[in-house]
């Protein structure tokens, strides 16, 4: 059932312009760009992605990224938090972050940043992110409290990112409310997707031990959701499914305020950027 004042087509549309935008928003964190950027600012590793991502908080522990970043190993982010904070601090990550995501896009786009329906999909995207509303909504509340770009490109990525970390928070908190922790959500995810991404990307990435990940497989399987070997089953296919809508529905505010034809030429848009992005090897294990 549809949350109350969400409908079928208003879900729908939160799932294509989320899939539409989200490499839009996500080349940030994979492209040499940044690398370069936040080894200049002496963050190495991880600390790229926990600073650049977490800056909008200020200079929060880890404990606040472990939370509301959900699925990574505590170690981890202890290991680059606060750290991070030492050697640069967020203004100065947040600047970068920008940069990165302007020289990447020039790179990767070319010309084609500058054309007319770049500018008309940034001005529909920021009216979506603006009809978002904090609450409960942790990571999305930080990121809208930044100054917008003046360039459409880059107001196109800023409301992207916006619009993901509303939907993110919102998958969380779904995440929670079906009793699952970091490491089964992952598990889940991985035996959902079918091996697209791994069990080896997932896991590796998110720097959970064999013994950790084991120990999910058995609270599923103990939940009917995996067989013993994380093969996902009928009823956890169902569950996961169930999670995906739900989030969907949470996520249909900025849709709303958009007509049919307005969602359909964002997602025209966002899809083709994205692809463009995509298609110049932007993306490694996620």
Known sequence: MAATGTTDSSAAAARRLHHALERYHGMVYFVPEGRAEYRRLGLTGRMGYFASRSAAFGAVGPDVVIATFF???PDLVRAALPEAWTRAEPARVLTARLTVADGALR???GARIGDADVADAAAL?????DACRPHGRPLYAAHAQLPWPDEPHLQLWHA??????FRGDGHIACLVEGGLDPVDALVLHAAHAGGMPSRQVLQATRAWSDDEWAS???????RGWVDDDGSIT???RGARDSIERRTDELATAPWEVLDEQEVAT???VGRELSRTIAAAGTFGPV
């Open 266 to 268: 964002l997602v025209t």
């Open 107 to 109: 790179r990767l786009l």
């Open 71 to 73: 699925n990574f190993h």
């Open 216 to 222: 999910g497989v058995e609270r599923l399987a103990a």
């Open 125 to 129: 995207a920021r009216r979506a992110a």
């Open 234 to 236: 009928d009823a956890g």
């Open 160 to 165: 992207a990112t916006l619009l993901r970390e």
